[in-house]
């Protein structure tokens, strides 16, 4: 463990430091280690840091603490990610407020890139639950990583879809990693860490706290691509989820339901106000736009955008073949061993899907964002 983990801990620990005063101290001062050993002039620099907060950062320090929750960690096998680690997320890197430490059971994969998550109330009924289990399992099976709150009803139901399909799942907690909340979903938890991970802002052991859950809906929408909703009242978590996705510049979907339920209130507000409506995986690759940065798809290779997970055998190939710079249409037939006919019918249909741009004359390129 670095100086700069213990650093980073101590700083998160530090009353009144949240997840934008962490990094705009990391910003000022370069790293956690610069932060703790700056003087009240030093502090004084920093813009936005009142002066109780400076006075705080001087003299509150709980060694003791940190190297508890280090060793917690080390005995448990539980990962502590910075931000400038590299299986930190780089989802998260991009919202106005990551977490300054990251805390993980499980390991986290370059193929988590390509997140959707799934979120919706506490007490759904037969179709929420049939929906949001099914809808896991046809994105996990489309090479999604599904991402929830190992909440009661929709949220453990979408992690369990994925599960059951042989795919990846991510959970984030309003609790520490080590301390499941709610109790009953112990077993889905230890799951998750097998196939997936479980994350957290917070210290492994911490309780869960009323204003914690709020704080990590945002971590669950930071983490995707967009966030589907399945049944929720108008007045629901699901629904700050949905508002941080917006303000993240994510997706945002919702499922339909009964008009005169209160399950679907939420749903059909977000609808109204222009969300995306889904009923199956393949609403949600259309609707989905193109990646900031390519991730790595579950066979190696480079995903610019999720529509590539509609393709079928010969648009892989052809897309394959096709390179960042002018590729020549010669070259792929030659390479493909497709009829040349087939390979422009082939090139028409990706640039149609708007995976590729046809240059002038005998030359193609991949469409980047």
């Known amino acids: 463990m670095t100086e700069e983990h213990r650093a980073a801990i101590q700083l998160t620990l530090t009353p009144g430091i949240g997840p934008c005063h962490f990094r705009l101290l990391i910003e000022h001062f370069q790293s956690a280690v610069a932060t703790l ?102 994105l996990s099976r489309a090479g999604f990583t599904i991402v929830s709150g190992l909440a009661r009803g929709i949220d453990a139901a979408a992690h369990r879809g994925a599960l059951a399909a042989g795919g990846r799942t991510l959970a984030v907690l309003g609790s520490g990693v080590l301390n499941t909340y709610p109790q009953e979903n112990h077993e889905l938890a230890e799951s998750i860490t097998a196939q997936g991970a479980v994350l957290s802002e917070f210290p492994p052991l911490n309780p869960p706290t009323r204003g914690a859950f709020p704080q990590r809906n945002r971590l669950i929408s930071g983490l995707s691509l967009g966030v589907i909703v399945v049944e929720a009242a108008s007045r629901s978590g699901a629904l700050i989820s949905a508002r941080h996705a917006l303000e993240q510049g994510r997706e945002v979907l919702a499922v339909p339901g009964q008009v005169d339920s209160h399950r679907s209130r939420g749903c059909h507000l977000l609808l109204k ?75 028409s249909a990706l640039e149609m899907g708007q995976l590729l741009n046809r240059l002038s004359g005998q030359y193609v390129v991949r469409r980047k964002p």
Not at 62 to 83: D, G, N, S, T
Not at 288 to 296: A, E, H, N, W
Request: hydrophobic share 35%.
């Open 37 to 138: 050993a700056a003087s009240q002039k030093q502090l004084r620099t920093v813009p936005g840091l009142g002066t109780k907060l400076r006075q705080t950062l001087s003299c509150h320090r709980q060694p003791e603490v940190v190297e508890q929750i280090i060793r917690c960690c080390q005995q448990h096998q539980v990962k502590i990610l910075l931000a400038t680690d590299k299986m930190y997320p780089a989802q998260l890197k991009e919202i106005h407020d990551p977490p300054g430490i990251l805390f993980c059971r499980g390991p986290l994969k370059p193929t988590d890139g390509l997140s959707i998550a799934i979120v919706g109330m506490r007490r759904p009924s037969h179709y929420g639950l049939q929906t949001a289990y099914r809808l896991a399992e046809e």
């Open 273 to 347: 106000d222009g969300a995306s409506l889904v009923e199956s995986a393949k609403d949600v690759l259309e609707t989905l736009g193109p990646l900031s940065q390519p991730v790595i798809d579950q066979q190696g290779r480079p995903l610019f955008h999720p529509r590539e997970l509609q393709l079928n055998n010969q648009e892989q190939t052809v897309l394959d073949l096709v390179q960042e710079q002018a590729t020549s249409i010669d070259l792929i037939v030659q390479q493909s061993g497709l009829p040349a006919a087939r390979v422009l019918s082939t090139i």
